[in-house]
């Protein structure tokens, strides 16, 4: 049997009119039902919005929540099982319930409350870099207390996350090929996110956690764990430490896994991890076409 890795975008990879094609399989529509006496609105009518409300925090994350954690289910009743499981930022959640840590609303709870803290979130920047020199780079931030390295995507690709300020010092003193500022609305996974996840932390201790039915390659520490406690411990940092997912993509081969399923919209991980190990299988299921037969 080939040895499999699930993995899980987050924020940035939505796309409007995801997940309405799959409204007319059986499972997927209670899921939606689900999920909109949890949320209050209802996701594929937000994913369908052209007023792209999709982009906005509190909608983005529950509504790639529930659509990527949909697919994960359709691919289990395939008889597909992964070895090993990772998300990115937001896509964790789903890495999680895919492990069957939590139940679908337990974890859609907990999303819900994560979008809004962070949606409510202000006063910080993110910016985005690609082609810098690394060693620059993370002296420069080391020379300021008001910037971390929030996502460690690759060797070539990081996202910055700060104060305004501290974010346009970085970016006026780092030579880098492209630089983007993102459109969010606070300093996310960061210090600054401290009075968010201190309130979320008490959400997060209300959820009940199992062990994880196969290993969780996490944001914060990228070393396989099963272990209840130690994925909430995980977690509970998530909101203010760096996704670390350069190398958990490093650790795949590692793991001795030999595919990895991207399951969600867009490509973005399948993109990096390519770079990374060019020598893994790679399969995107973002739509009910892409499912397995």
């Not at 996701?43 to 994960?72: F, G, H, M, N």
């Not at 990115?88 to 709870?109: C, Q, R, T």
């Not at 996502?151 to 492209?178: C, F, H, M, Y």
Request: glycine share 8%.
């Amino acid at each position: 049997m080939t040895k499999t890795a699930w993995v899980f975008p987050g924020q940035g990879s939505q796309a409007i009119g995801m997940g309405v094609d799959l409204l007319e399989l059986p499972g997927a529509k209670t899921k939606f039902e689900q999920a909109e006496q949890i949320l209050g609105w209802s996701v594929p009518e937000i994913c369908k919005s052209e007023e792209d409300k999709l982009s906005r925090t509190l909608y983005t994350q529950p509504c790639l929540y529930v659509v990527e954690s949909i697919l994960a289910d359709l691919i289990k009743e395939k008889g597909n099982q992964p070895d090993l499981v990772a998300g990115h930022s937001l896509g964790e959640y789903v890495a999680l319930y895919a492990a069957a840590v939590f139940d679908f609303e337990s974890g859609l709870k907990l999303v819900k409350r994560r979008s809004e803290l962070m949606d409510s979130a202000a006063g910080g920047m993110m910016a985005a870099l690609m082609g810098f020199k690394r060693e620059e780079l993370e002296a420069k931030i080391a020379q300021n207390p008001d910037v971390v390295l929030a996502n460690d995507n690759s060797s070539s690709q990081v996202v910055i996350s700060g104060t305004p300020e501290g974010v346009e010092a970085i970016l006026s003193q780092v030579k880098a090929k492209r630089a983007v500022r993102l459109n969010v609305s606070g300093a996310f996974h960061s210090p600054l996110m401290a009075n968010a996840a201190t309130e979320f932390k008490e959400v997060l201790e209300s959820v009940t956690f199992s062990d994880a039915a196969v290993p969780v390659l996490s944001n914060v520490d990228p070393v396989p764990a099963v272990d209840a406690n130690l994925l909430k411990q995980r977690l509970t940092q998530q909101m203010t430490g760096a996704v670390r997912w350069r190398e958990i993509q490093d650790e795949l081969p590692k793991q001795g896994i030999e595919q990895v399923i991207e399951i969600g919209p867009g490509k973005v991980l399948t993109g990096l991890i390519k770079r990374a190990c060019p020598d893994l299988t790679l399969v995107n299921i973002g739509s009910a076409a892409e499912l397995p037969g």
